[in-house]
């Protein structure tokens, strides 16, 4: 059975920085690509940071420069470090296989980025 449990959000003033993990099981990790997804209120879900197995990252453009994804393939763990964090950062974020597994979404870690 495919998990992913993410954990590290909460509360954050904006400039701030928060460090999130996320732990798989049911998948070979190793060769997977692996991501980072948000999705705020009233909005769709989107695709924040991506890992490929052979470590290339890529990330959305507002996101660029302040965030940044990594992988431990002896842990099957993706971690998301965030800095300079926005209010429109708010959302509560979910870690997947990239494209992701329909099945797979866990529950997710709230980010809140306000004064």
């Known amino acids: 059975q495919v998990q992913f449990v993410e954990s590290g959000g909460g509360l954050v003033q904006p400039g701030g920085s928060l460090r999130l993990s996320c732990a798989a099981s049911g998948i070979i990790f190793r060769i997977k690509a692996m991501a980072w997804y948000r999705q705020a209120q009233g909005k769709q879900r989107e695709l924040v940071a991506a890992i490929s197995s052979g470590l290339s990252t890529n990330y959305a453009d507002s996101v660029k420069g302040r965030f940044a994804i990594s992988r431990d393939n002896a842990k099957n763990t993706v971690a998301l470090q965030m800095n300079s964090l926005k209010p429109e950062d708010t959302a509560v974020y979910y870690c997947?296989?990239?494209?992701?597994?329909?099945?797979?979404w866990g529950q997710g870690t709230q980010v809140t980025v306000s004064s």
């Open positions: 997947n296989t990239n494209p992701p597994y329909g099945s797979g």
